[in-house]
């Protein structure tokens, strides 16, 4: 199985990002999705997570109103939209793919879970 996180980049504050993580060797549609990231000197952190319907989503208060995920089950890909850019979203971005059939947008759903490489993003101040 592998996850192939896309989209970082280098971008002034305030602009926007979409981060694309495809996965293979698994099945996609039946699992719930989520974003991580860590930033330079701070630990791993949750970013959100969407249920394995697409229904469900969630997200760590620092973000919310700002980023959305998405999946599109027949691109076996899962997106986050990064909108109002701070310089504190600077990190190394992780998707993960829940072991947790059918499950809810929960981030305890990713507490066994396959990652992605990450992909950096910064933005200048």
């Known amino acids: 199985v592998q996850l192939q996180a896309s989209g970082g980049g280098l971008v002034p504050t305030g602009d926007s990002l979409r981060l694309s993580c495809v996965v293979s060797?698994?099945?996609?549609?039946?699992?719930?999705m989520g974003w991580f990231r860590q930033a330079p000197g701070k630990e791993h952190e949750f970013v959100g997570a969407i249920s394995w319907s697409g229904v469900g989503t969630i997200y760590t208060d620092s973000v919310k109103g700002r980023f959305t995920i998405t999946r599109d089950d027949a691109k076996k890909t899962v997106y986050l939209q990064m909108n109002r850019l701070k310089p504190e979203d600077t990190a190394v971005y992780y998707c993960?793919?829940?072991?947790?059939?059918?499950?809810?947008?929960?981030?305890?759903?990713?507490?066994?879970?396959?990652w992605g490489q990450g992909t950096l993003v910064t933005v200048s101040s």
């Open positions: 060797g698994r099945a996609f549609g039946v699992y719930p």
């Open positions: 993960a793919a829940s072991d947790r059939r059918f499950g809810s947008a929960d981030m305890h759903n990713f507490d066994t879970a396959i």
